[in-house]
């Protein structure tokens, strides 16, 4: 599939059939992954692939259990929902980040502190170069067919979902792809055209 075609084609999917997942499709996607761009090549991210249906119930129960204590309301039985889909999908994409500090980090943590805390906070190398991976692995799970919706919404259970992951600071969860054959793709919302993005100086 052209590059072009991929990025135009993929969009969020929401309902899976229960299809596998081959190991060797998740890895070429991982493999995608890895060549996007990290800060100084750091490539701080990584992988935790959940296909196991009781593993994927108990995270799934995590999340239900923080977003009820949260809202004070009880979560449907049977329905996927913004925190938990992923649980419905054949396999959650756990996304795994480590920190990242450049040079010019160590720089203004030392001499100006104000203007390093506005950079961790706003610009973050570490976490774009994250975002460019998992970018590189839903347009690589398109172009081989499957459908994806990159999800936060799951980390109102952050903490819990990062013990029952092992996983260790100083690495995060720092989002869940859920990922598998689409259902049923809605209606794709429009774009604003390139000429509305974009000015030139």
């Given amino acids: 599939m052209d590059i072009f075609e991929t990025m135009k084609g993929r969009q969020s999917i929401r309902k899976f059939r229960k299809d596998p997942i081959p190991k ?47 809202t004070r309301s009880e979560t449907p039985g049977d329905k996927a929902t913004y925190h938990n889909l992923f649980a419905f999908a054949p396999a959650a994409i756990c996304v795994v980040g480590a920190p990242y500090e450049s040079a010019t980090d160590r ?51 952050k903490q819990e979902l990062e013990s029952a992951l092992s996983v260790r600071y100083p690495e995060e969860l720092l989002a869940i792809i859920a990922l598998g054959k689409p259902d049923a793709a809605p209606p794709k919302p429009p774009r604003k055209p390139a000429s509305e993005i974009t000015t030139f100086r």
């Fill in 107 to 157: 720089t203004l943590r030392d001499k100006d502190p104000e203007r390093y805390k506005a950079r961790r906070f706003q610009v973050n190398p570490g976490l774009q170069g994250i975002s460019a991976g998992i970018t590189q692995f839903i347009l690589a799970a398109c172009a081989l067919g499957y459908g994806t919706c990159w999800m936060t919404g799951p980390l109102i259970a």
């Fill in 24 to 70: 060797e499709h998740i890895l070429r996607m991982a493999e995608a992954a890895s060549w996007a761009p990290t800060a100084g090549n750091s490539q701080n991210f990584r992988f935790i692939a959940v296909q196991d249906r009781e593993t994927l119930a108990r995270m799934r129960g995590i999340v239900d259990e923080i977003v009820s204590r949260v």
